[in-house]
């Protein structure tokens, strides 16, 4: 064994002093500076002179080292080197490793703090669990929401609504995002960012969902293959909360998570006690999908239901100063608002009576279902003249999924959501159409996943084509103008969204070249996963779905107002009300009819009214009208259908 230089112990002794932070470095430099005081004060103490004692050396050589103002007072040549020497090492080690040790030790403080490591001290706020492409239009749906918010601030009894994000490494760059999103902007300020995953209680402390009014739990993208999928992660944040729960004998907080496979359902339930709402991610867009499928042209109306901005949206209202009335004398004196129905209360939830007769009481404990452009348009208005009431009786019912059976669709690219859209599908029973699905992802992983996912009877009819739909001659091949509908799906194996959907949109715009050689146009569903990209195909002929924004507003909603959950999975889901196109040619309506005399004529068969869907688009290439003023004349035109709430 080679022995150690007393060099090399000087420097491990000084190094471990060194790393153990800006305190001890201190330390150290200090007794560098006694030494070198030490050392220049006996150098100059043989001189005699003005120094009586080595202690008035010493504190010279101290002077001469900290403030080289002191360098002209010397007298004698000796004396004058020594200062030189002693100013020169000031500088060295007094000033600069002084001001390093200092500076470094204030940005390294700086950074923690700016990593949001600190527990926030904050009651009834809420907390979004993740940073995802769905959390900047989460975080805009819940500042944006107005009414809904007013509401929820009384309700816990705040002045002003905190959100508090749990990102995986909070930085400066998601805060210049927040500031520059839409529909967040200056209101940054009330976005409190922290560092830390779902999985580990010690982030869920640091922002302190115990305390909480509402915990958002989205679903985070994990590469295919990962053991970690966003529902394990949920599960696992779920179990933390409720353990810190019954560890501090608190009350667990209202939870809404979103979850991907739906099928986890129970588990979640299991794994959390508390108030929890589930949405099922993947199983919402594939109703969604298969909804377009049957009533081409819905996608602009979920577009504008399901997304913030301008349009309406459905709103819940309590029956606390409306019990008594019934569904038609409600809607007589809401004439800003379109009245769907109500929830009643029921063991263990809601029942949904939606497209319920106008004769329908309202009690105390209902809830009734509004569609509107604002939430303050479902209150009461003394300065609003009523409307006259409309008689509804019981929903005419019609099959739900009629149309569906022997329609060819193309499915065009493959992504975890696939299994659920063929189980949607299948739902429909005996009508059942023909897919082929065209991906690179071998045949064999494709089926597979299906075999997997297939709950009751698996989908009969689906063919599965190896190839790739960017290529333009594997394309033609597939001869895509043979097709009633075709889907683009967002591709979930690829880095980023914005990587996902620049294929979509290259694909699309490869298809339309080669369906403007057909007579024939099929319908077009298009997904995208990155809400920024909505505005890139000007003019675009398909129907677009906005995978992020449509989950993140049901997040968000459903976190403001609970029971919107079931009125959403009524709407969506095979069996009950839906949404639905009818021709005006089907009712006997007046050749100059508006939008009162339309709710009325379709009272008669049981049905709601919700608008207009032209086939000439308006002069911001929109073609939904949605809930009109009610003596606005619609002058129907040839093509143009109906917006229809009814019942299957």
């Known amino acids: 064994m080679l022995p150690f230089r007393v060099v090399d112990r000087v420097k491990f002794i000084v190094e471990r002093q060194l790393v153990k932070g800006a305190g001890f470095q201190l330390v150290v430099v200090g007794v560098f500076i006694g030494l070198i005081s030490l050392i220049g004060g006996l150098l100059v103490v043989p001189q005699g002179g003005e120094f009586d004692d080595p202690g008035s050396a010493i504190w010279w050589a101290f002077l001469r080292l900290t403030d080289p103002g002191y360098l002209g007072d010397d007298v004698g040549t000796w004396q004058r080197f020594v200062s030189t020497l002693l100013t020169i090492s000031g500088y060295v080690v007094f000033m600069g490793t002084l001001v390093a040790i200092l500076t470094r030790w204030l940005i390294a403080k700086m950074a923690d703090l700016e990593r949001g490591l600190t527990p926030v001290i904050l009651k009834n706020h809420v907390v979004v669990l993740g940073w995802t492409n769905q959390t900047l239009p989460l975080l805009s749906e819940l500042l944006g929401s107005s009414g809904r918010m007013r509401r929820f601030l009384q309700k816990h009894d705040i002045q002003k609504l905190n959100l508090v994000v749990l990102s995986e490494e909070a930085s400066a760059a998601q805060v210049h995002e927040l500031r520059n ?53 949920t599960v696992k944040a779920l179990l933390s909360i409720a353990a810190q729960a019954r560890q501090y004998q608190a009350p667990l907080p209202y939870v809404v998570a979103e979850i ?15 108030a929890v709402e589930v949405v099922a991610g993947n199983a919402t867009i ?47 004196e809401r ?47 003394s300065k609003t003249q009523s409307l006259p009431q409309i008689s509804r009786g019981e929903a005419r019912r019609v099959v739900r ?28 029973g005996p009508a059942q159409p023909v897919i082929d699905i ?50 683009l799906l967002s591709s979930d194996r690829l880095a980023s969204g914005e990587e996902a959907d620049a294929r979509t949109m290259v694909g699309y ?95 008669t068969q049981g049905e709601v009214a919700l608008g207009v869907l032209r086939a000439t688009a308006d002069s911001r290439g929109r073609h939904l009208m949605m809930n009109p003023p009610r003596r606005q004349y619609l002058d129907l035109q040839s093509g143009d259908r109906l917006v229809v709430l009814g019942q299957s």
């Not at 939606?354 to 009481?361: F, Q, V």
């Not at 569906?404 to 299948?426: D, H, K, Q």
């Not at 992802?441 to 739909?469: M, Q």
Request: charged fraction near 25%; hydrophobic fraction near 40%.
């Open 438 to 487: 065209v991906s690179v992802v071998p045949i064999s992983e494709r089926e597979h996943a299906l075999r997997r996912y297939a709950v009751g009877k698996p989908l009969e009819n689906c063919g599965h084509i190896e190839a790739d739909y960017m290529v333009e001659e594997e394309l033609r091949r597939i001869n895509p103008a043979g097709y009633d509908t075709i889907m």
């Open 509 to 603: 715009l490869q298809l339309e070249d080669i369906l403007a050689e057909s007579p024939g146009r099929p319908q077009l569903i298009m997904e995208l996963s990155d809400p920024d990209n909505r505005q890139l195909l000007y003019g675009h002929q398909s129907e677009m779905l906005i995978s992020p924004m449509i989950l993140s507003h049901i997040l968000a909603q459903v976190a403001l107002r609970r029971e919107l959950r079931v009125v959403l999975d009524e709407l969506f889901t095979a069996g009950g009300a839906e949404i639905r196109f009818q021709s005006p040619e089907d009712y006997p309506l007046p050749a100059s009819a508006d939008f009162h005399v339309l709710e009325k004529v379709l009272a």
């Open 335 to 381: 004439p800003g608002a379109v009245v769907l129905g109500l929830l009643r209360k029921c063991e263990p939830g809601w029942e949904v009576q939606l497209a319920a007769s106008s004769a329908t009481p309202i009690k105390i404990e209902d809830r009734v279902v509004m569609m509107a452009r604002d939430y303050s348009e479902t209150d009461a208005d």
């Open 260 to 274: 991907q496979d739906i099928r986890k359902l129970p588990v979640v339930e299991r794994a959390y006690p508390g």
């Open 401 to 428: 999924g009629e149309g569906l059976e022997g329609r060819r669709i193309l499915l065009l690219g493959w992504n975890r959501r696939v299994p659920s859209l063929m189980a949607e599908f299948a739902s429909y």
């Open 286 to 332: 594939s109703r969604l999908m298969v909804q377009n499928v049957l009533h081409p042209g819905l996608s602009e109306v979920y577009n504008e239901l399901l997304t913030a901005g301008e349009g309406n949206e459905l709103f819940i209202r309590g029956g606390e100063s409306i019990e008594g009335m019934t569904l038609g004398e409600l809607a007589a």
């Open 181 to 233: 999103e839409p529909g967040i902007g200056r209101r940054a300020r009330q976005i409190i960012l922290r560092s830390g995953l779902a999985i580990q209680p010690e982030a869920l402390h640091r922002v302190a969902c115990l305390d909480a009014a509402a915990v958002i739990v989205p679903s985070a993208a994990y590469e295919v293959g990962s053991l970690i999928s966003s529902d394990v992660e």
